[in-house]
Protein backbone atom coordinates (compact mmCIF):
# COMPACT_ATOMS: atom_id res chain seq x y z
CA UNK A 1 0.00 0.00 0.00
CA UNK A 2 3.17 2.46 0.35
CA UNK A 3 3.23 2.86 -3.87
CA UNK A 4 0.44 3.16 -6.07
CA UNK A 5 1.12 -0.14 -7.71
CA UNK A 6 0.77 -2.20 -4.26
CA UNK A 7 -2.52 -0.27 -3.69
CA UNK A 8 -4.06 -0.93 -6.94
CA UNK A 9 -2.78 -4.88 -6.44
CA UNK A 10 -5.00 -4.52 -3.33
CA UNK A 11 -7.53 -3.52 -4.40
CA UNK A 12 -7.85 -5.55 -7.42
CA UNK A 13 -7.18 -8.82 -4.88
CA UNK A 14 -10.06 -7.33 -3.09
CA UNK A 15 -12.32 -7.22 -6.09
CA UNK A 16 -12.03 -10.69 -6.79
CA UNK A 17 -13.01 -11.61 -3.26
CA UNK A 18 -16.04 -9.54 -3.70
CA UNK A 19 -17.31 -11.71 -6.68
CA UNK A 20 -16.66 -14.57 -4.88
CA UNK A 21 -19.31 -13.74 -2.16
CA UNK A 22 -21.37 -12.06 -4.60
CA UNK A 23 -22.27 -15.35 -6.33
CA UNK A 24 -22.58 -17.16 -2.45
CA UNK A 25 -23.94 -14.86 0.09
CA UNK A 26 -27.79 -13.35 1.22
CA UNK A 27 -29.13 -10.13 -0.51
CA UNK A 28 -27.69 -8.65 2.78
CA UNK A 29 -24.13 -9.82 2.17
CA UNK A 30 -24.45 -8.59 -1.50
CA UNK A 31 -25.62 -4.94 -0.39
CA UNK A 32 -22.20 -5.09 1.81
CA UNK A 33 -20.43 -5.88 -0.66
CA UNK A 34 -21.26 -3.17 -3.09
CA UNK A 35 -20.73 -1.07 -0.30
CA UNK A 36 -17.34 -1.97 0.14
CA UNK A 37 -16.83 -2.15 -3.48
CA UNK A 38 -17.95 1.52 -4.07
CA UNK A 39 -15.71 2.51 -1.07
CA UNK A 40 -12.73 0.38 -2.71
CA UNK A 41 -13.23 2.03 -6.32
CA UNK A 42 -12.69 5.61 -4.60
CA UNK A 43 -9.69 3.65 -2.91
CA UNK A 44 -8.27 3.10 -5.90
CA UNK A 45 -8.33 6.80 -7.98
CA UNK A 46 -6.80 9.09 -5.23
CA UNK A 47 -3.27 7.83 -6.49
CA UNK A 48 -3.61 8.96 -9.72
CA UNK A 49 -5.08 12.62 -8.35
CA UNK A 50 -2.36 12.74 -6.24
CA UNK A 51 0.55 12.30 -9.64
CA UNK A 52 -1.97 14.77 -11.08
CA UNK A 53 -1.48 17.02 -7.91
CA UNK A 54 1.93 16.28 -8.05
CA UNK A 55 2.74 16.88 -11.91
CA UNK A 56 0.11 20.14 -11.71
CA UNK A 57 2.46 21.28 -8.50
CA UNK A 58 5.58 20.80 -10.57
CA UNK A 59 4.16 22.55 -13.43
CA UNK A 60 3.33 25.31 -11.44
CA UNK A 61 6.92 25.23 -9.87
CA UNK A 62 8.16 25.25 -13.16
CA UNK A 63 5.72 28.18 -14.12
CA UNK A 64 7.15 30.35 -11.32
CA UNK A 65 10.64 29.72 -11.61
CA UNK A 66 10.11 30.91 -15.47
CA UNK A 67 8.15 34.16 -14.28
CA UNK A 68 11.26 34.77 -11.85
CA UNK A 69 13.94 34.11 -14.09
CA UNK A 70 12.23 35.89 -17.24
CA UNK A 71 12.08 39.14 -14.66
CA UNK A 72 15.62 38.85 -13.69
CA UNK A 73 16.88 38.80 -17.33
CA UNK A 74 14.60 41.29 -17.96
CA UNK A 75 16.36 43.41 -15.09
CA UNK A 76 19.32 42.34 -16.65
CA UNK A 77 18.44 43.15 -20.29
CA UNK A 78 17.47 46.53 -19.33
CA UNK A 79 20.82 47.54 -17.11
CA UNK A 80 22.67 46.24 -20.32
CA UNK A 81 20.93 48.58 -22.74
CA UNK A 82 21.36 51.21 -19.80
CA UNK A 83 25.12 50.74 -19.55
CA UNK A 84 25.73 50.62 -23.21
CA UNK A 85 23.43 54.04 -23.74
CA UNK A 86 26.46 55.29 -20.56
CA UNK A 87 29.38 53.69 -22.24
CA UNK A 88 28.41 55.53 -25.31
CA UNK A 89 27.81 58.63 -23.71
CA UNK A 90 31.33 58.57 -21.94
CA UNK A 91 32.94 57.20 -24.96
CA UNK A 92 31.75 60.31 -26.92
CA UNK A 93 32.56 62.43 -24.60
CA UNK A 94 36.07 61.48 -24.42
CA UNK A 95 36.52 61.77 -27.72
CA UNK A 96 35.41 65.31 -27.62
CA UNK A 97 37.55 65.71 -24.55
CA UNK A 98 40.38 64.37 -26.98
CA UNK A 99 39.56 66.61 -29.25
CA UNK A 100 39.18 69.48 -27.52
CA UNK A 101 42.47 69.16 -25.59
CA UNK A 102 44.78 68.24 -29.03
CA UNK A 103 43.26 71.52 -30.65
CA UNK A 104 44.46 73.39 -27.29
CA UNK A 105 47.61 71.93 -26.88
CA UNK A 106 48.23 72.38 -30.98
CA UNK A 107 46.81 76.67 -30.50
CA UNK A 108 49.60 76.86 -27.48
CA UNK A 109 52.17 75.62 -29.02
CA UNK A 110 51.37 78.28 -31.76
CA UNK A 111 50.99 80.91 -29.31
CA UNK A 112 54.25 79.57 -27.29
CA UNK A 113 56.06 80.15 -30.83
CA UNK A 114 54.38 83.48 -31.79
CA UNK A 115 55.62 84.79 -28.20
CA UNK A 116 58.95 83.63 -28.04
CA UNK A 117 59.90 85.13 -31.58
CA UNK A 118 57.81 88.81 -29.61
CA UNK A 119 60.15 88.04 -27.30
CA UNK A 120 62.90 87.81 -29.33
CA UNK A 121 62.19 90.84 -31.44
CA UNK A 122 61.40 93.17 -28.49
CA UNK A 123 64.14 91.79 -26.96
CA UNK A 124 66.47 93.09 -29.90
CA UNK A 125 64.36 96.58 -30.33
CA UNK A 126 64.95 97.47 -27.02
CA UNK A 127 68.91 96.84 -26.90
CA UNK A 128 68.99 98.80 -30.00
CA UNK A 129 67.12 101.83 -28.39
CA UNK A 130 69.16 101.71 -24.99
CA UNK A 131 71.98 101.72 -27.23
CA UNK A 132 70.76 104.38 -29.55
CA UNK A 133 69.95 106.36 -26.05
CA UNK A 134 73.38 105.87 -24.38
CA UNK A 135 75.34 106.99 -27.89
CA UNK A 136 72.95 109.83 -28.09
CA UNK A 137 73.40 111.11 -24.16
CA UNK A 138 77.39 110.59 -25.26
CA UNK A 139 77.34 112.48 -28.18
CA UNK A 140 75.43 115.39 -26.49
CA UNK A 141 77.50 115.21 -23.69
CA UNK A 142 80.23 115.72 -26.00
CA UNK A 143 78.49 118.99 -27.56
CA UNK A 144 77.76 120.19 -24.50
CA UNK A 145 81.56 120.43 -23.27
CA UNK A 146 82.67 121.40 -26.98
CA UNK A 147 79.61 124.39 -26.10
CA UNK A 148 80.45 125.49 -22.64
CA UNK A 149 84.46 126.00 -23.55
CA UNK A 150 83.89 127.71 -27.01
CA UNK A 151 81.25 129.62 -25.03
CA UNK A 152 83.85 130.60 -22.41
CA UNK A 153 86.34 131.61 -24.87
CA UNK A 154 83.84 133.82 -26.81
CA UNK A 155 83.00 135.51 -23.59
CA UNK A 156 86.36 136.48 -23.23
CA UNK A 157 86.93 137.27 -26.37
CA UNK A 158 84.12 139.39 -26.47
CA UNK A 159 84.63 140.64 -22.98
CA UNK A 160 88.67 142.06 -24.21
CA UNK A 161 87.23 143.41 -27.42
CA UNK A 162 84.53 145.95 -25.45
CA UNK A 163 87.24 146.77 -22.98
CA UNK A 164 89.78 147.77 -25.69
CA UNK A 165 86.98 149.26 -27.83
CA UNK A 166 86.11 151.54 -24.14
CA UNK A 167 89.97 152.16 -23.65
CA UNK A 168 90.44 153.38 -27.07
CA UNK A 169 87.38 155.74 -27.40
CA UNK A 170 88.23 157.00 -23.76
CA UNK A 171 91.78 157.55 -24.91
CA UNK A 172 90.38 159.30 -27.96
CA UNK A 173 87.66 161.29 -25.89
CA UNK A 174 90.79 162.67 -23.88
CA UNK A 175 92.25 164.28 -26.81
CA UNK A 176 95.24 161.58 -27.37
CA UNK A 177 96.30 160.33 -30.75
CA UNK A 178 95.77 157.12 -31.57
CA UNK A 179 99.37 155.96 -31.90
CA UNK A 180 99.15 157.39 -28.30
CA UNK A 181 96.09 155.22 -27.17
CA UNK A 182 97.48 152.33 -28.72
CA UNK A 183 100.48 152.52 -26.89
CA UNK A 184 98.69 153.22 -23.41
CA UNK A 185 100.27 149.98 -21.19
CA UNK A 186 97.10 149.01 -20.20
CA UNK A 187 95.35 148.87 -24.05
CA UNK A 188 99.27 147.03 -24.86
CA UNK A 189 98.39 144.54 -22.11
CA UNK A 190 94.89 143.87 -23.36
CA UNK A 191 96.09 144.22 -27.71
CA UNK A 192 98.18 140.99 -26.29
CA UNK A 193 95.06 139.35 -24.95
CA UNK A 194 93.42 139.94 -27.67
CA UNK A 195 95.38 137.67 -29.68
CA UNK A 196 95.29 134.73 -27.67
CA UNK A 197 91.48 134.75 -27.35
CA UNK A 198 90.61 135.91 -30.93
CA UNK A 199 92.86 132.64 -31.56
CA UNK A 200 91.07 130.84 -28.92
CA UNK A 201 87.46 131.11 -30.06
CA UNK A 202 88.88 130.99 -33.74
CA UNK A 203 87.26 134.43 -34.58
CA UNK A 204 87.74 135.61 -38.68
CA UNK A 205 91.13 134.75 -40.46
CA UNK A 206 91.41 138.21 -42.15
CA UNK A 207 90.32 140.15 -39.19
CA UNK A 208 93.51 138.34 -37.08
CA UNK A 209 95.71 139.04 -40.04
CA UNK A 210 94.58 143.25 -39.68
CA UNK A 211 94.64 143.18 -35.72
CA UNK A 212 98.64 142.11 -36.39
CA UNK A 213 98.95 144.54 -38.99
CA UNK A 214 98.08 146.84 -36.37
CA UNK A 215 99.90 145.45 -33.23
CA UNK A 216 103.51 145.21 -35.48
CA UNK A 217 102.88 149.25 -36.67
CA UNK A 218 101.97 149.89 -33.12
CA UNK A 219 105.61 148.00 -32.09
CA UNK A 220 107.51 149.90 -35.03
CA UNK A 221 105.85 153.41 -33.83
CA UNK A 222 107.37 153.26 -30.22
CA UNK A 223 110.94 152.70 -31.98
CA UNK A 224 110.22 155.39 -34.55
CA UNK A 225 109.98 158.39 -32.48
CA UNK A 226 107.54 161.21 -33.45
CA UNK A 227 107.16 158.96 -36.67
CA UNK A 228 103.15 158.07 -37.31
CA UNK A 229 102.49 154.88 -38.28
CA UNK A 230 101.10 153.96 -41.76
CA UNK A 231 97.41 154.61 -42.66
CA UNK A 232 96.99 150.54 -43.69
CA UNK A 233 97.99 150.09 -40.24
CA UNK A 234 95.02 151.16 -39.14
CA UNK A 235 92.64 150.84 -41.95
CA UNK A 236 91.17 147.62 -43.58
CA UNK A 237 92.68 146.92 -46.47
CA UNK A 238 89.70 148.98 -48.39
CA UNK A 239 90.82 151.50 -46.05
CA UNK A 240 87.30 152.47 -45.45
CA UNK A 241 87.98 151.87 -41.40
CA UNK A 242 89.77 152.44 -38.47
CA UNK A 243 91.72 150.90 -36.13
CA UNK A 244 87.75 151.26 -33.58
CA UNK A 245 85.64 149.68 -37.12
CA UNK A 246 87.98 146.79 -36.87
CA UNK A 247 87.42 146.04 -33.47
CA UNK A 248 84.04 146.93 -33.49
CA UNK A 249 84.01 144.67 -36.17
CA UNK A 250 85.51 141.54 -34.46
CA UNK A 251 83.21 142.21 -31.53
CA UNK A 252 79.88 142.04 -33.62
CA UNK A 253 81.34 139.08 -35.36
CA UNK A 254 82.34 137.42 -31.75
CA UNK A 255 78.91 138.19 -30.92
CA UNK A 256 77.21 136.69 -33.81
CA UNK A 257 78.95 133.75 -33.30
CA UNK A 258 78.15 133.32 -29.74
CA UNK A 259 74.38 133.75 -30.48
CA UNK A 260 74.46 130.90 -33.32
CA UNK A 261 76.50 128.94 -30.72
CA UNK A 262 73.49 129.67 -28.07
CA UNK A 263 70.97 128.64 -30.20
CA UNK A 264 72.75 125.75 -31.72
CA UNK A 265 73.10 124.86 -28.08
CA UNK A 266 69.51 125.12 -27.53
CA UNK A 267 68.80 123.61 -31.26
CA UNK A 268 71.04 120.28 -30.05
CA UNK A 269 69.39 120.39 -26.51
CA UNK A 270 65.95 120.03 -27.15
CA UNK A 271 66.42 118.04 -29.86
CA UNK A 272 68.46 115.42 -27.77
CA UNK A 273 65.64 115.98 -25.36
CA UNK A 274 62.88 114.93 -28.13
CA UNK A 275 64.88 111.92 -28.84
CA UNK A 276 65.40 110.71 -25.44
CA UNK A 277 61.99 111.33 -24.64
CA UNK A 278 61.09 109.28 -27.78
CA UNK A 279 63.47 106.67 -27.16
CA UNK A 280 62.53 106.71 -23.50
CA UNK A 281 58.63 105.84 -24.10
CA UNK A 282 59.24 103.54 -26.65
CA UNK A 283 61.77 101.51 -24.35
CA UNK A 284 58.91 101.36 -21.34
CA UNK A 285 56.32 100.35 -23.68
CA UNK A 286 58.36 97.89 -25.21
CA UNK A 287 59.56 96.60 -21.44
CA UNK A 288 55.66 96.52 -21.13
CA UNK A 289 55.10 94.25 -24.05
CA UNK A 290 58.01 92.15 -23.18
CA UNK A 291 56.60 91.57 -19.71
CA UNK A 292 53.13 90.83 -21.00
CA UNK A 293 54.45 88.45 -23.57
CA UNK A 294 56.72 86.76 -20.89
CA UNK A 295 53.83 86.71 -18.77
CA UNK A 296 51.80 85.22 -21.60
CA UNK A 297 54.08 82.62 -22.28
CA UNK A 298 54.39 80.96 -18.86
CA UNK A 299 50.65 81.46 -18.86
CA UNK A 300 50.80 79.08 -22.24
CA UNK A 301 53.27 76.78 -21.19
CA UNK A 302 51.16 76.09 -18.43
CA UNK A 303 48.14 75.87 -20.38
CA UNK A 304 49.85 73.11 -22.63
CA UNK A 305 51.36 70.99 -19.87
CA UNK A 306 48.42 71.03 -17.87
CA UNK A 307 46.37 70.01 -21.04
CA UNK A 308 49.36 67.43 -22.29
CA UNK A 309 47.96 66.08 -18.48
CA UNK A 310 44.29 65.97 -19.04
CA UNK A 311 44.86 64.60 -22.37
CA UNK A 312 47.02 61.69 -21.19
CA UNK A 313 44.50 60.95 -18.52
CA UNK A 314 41.22 61.43 -21.00
CA UNK A 315 42.79 59.04 -23.38
CA UNK A 316 43.70 56.17 -21.05
CA UNK A 317 39.78 57.24 -19.34
CA UNK A 318 39.10 56.53 -22.81
CA UNK A 319 40.49 53.62 -23.73
CA UNK A 320 39.19 51.98 -20.12
CA UNK A 321 35.74 52.82 -21.47
CA UNK A 322 36.19 51.43 -24.90
CA UNK A 323 37.09 47.91 -23.60
CA UNK A 324 34.74 48.19 -20.30
CA UNK A 325 32.00 49.13 -23.44
CA UNK A 326 33.42 45.95 -25.20
CA UNK A 327 33.25 43.27 -22.80
CA UNK A 328 29.55 44.20 -21.08
CA UNK A 329 28.55 43.75 -24.98
CA UNK A 330 30.00 40.59 -25.04
CA UNK A 331 28.57 39.09 -21.55
CA UNK A 332 25.24 40.74 -22.48
CA UNK A 333 25.14 39.01 -25.77
CA UNK A 334 26.48 35.28 -23.89
CA UNK A 335 23.29 35.91 -21.36
CA UNK A 336 20.81 36.38 -23.99
CA UNK A 337 21.91 33.60 -25.73
CA UNK A 338 21.69 31.46 -22.40
CA UNK A 339 18.19 33.00 -21.85
CA UNK A 340 17.03 31.78 -25.22
CA UNK A 341 18.74 28.36 -24.55
CA UNK A 342 17.12 28.16 -21.33
CA UNK A 343 13.98 29.52 -22.28
CA UNK A 344 13.78 26.40 -25.16
CA UNK A 345 14.34 23.82 -22.25
CA UNK A 346 11.47 25.62 -20.04
CA UNK A 347 9.23 24.93 -22.81
CA UNK A 348 9.98 21.12 -23.71
CA UNK A 349 9.37 21.00 -19.31
Given at each position: ?74 KFAKWCKAEATQKQYEIRDG ?201 GLAAQREVKATSEGDLETTQ ?34
Amino acid sequence: RDTPVASLFFESSFHLGAVSLWSSSSTLAMRCVASILVLSQAAVTNPISKVIDLIGSLKSKVVQEGVTEQESYEKFAKWCKAEATQKQYEIRDGQNSVEQLSATIEKADATIQELDARIAKLTTTISTNENDLGAAKDMRKKEHEDYIANDRELVEAIETLENAISILEKALKKGSSLLQAVSNPEMKQLMQALSVVTDAAALDGSDKKRLSALLQAKEDAEFTVGQAPEAAAYETHDGSATILDLLGDMLDKAEGQKADADKAEMTSSFEYNKLKQSLTDQIAFDNKQLDAARKGLAAQREVKATSEGDLETTQKELKEDIQSDSETHDDCEKRAEEWDVSMKERAQE
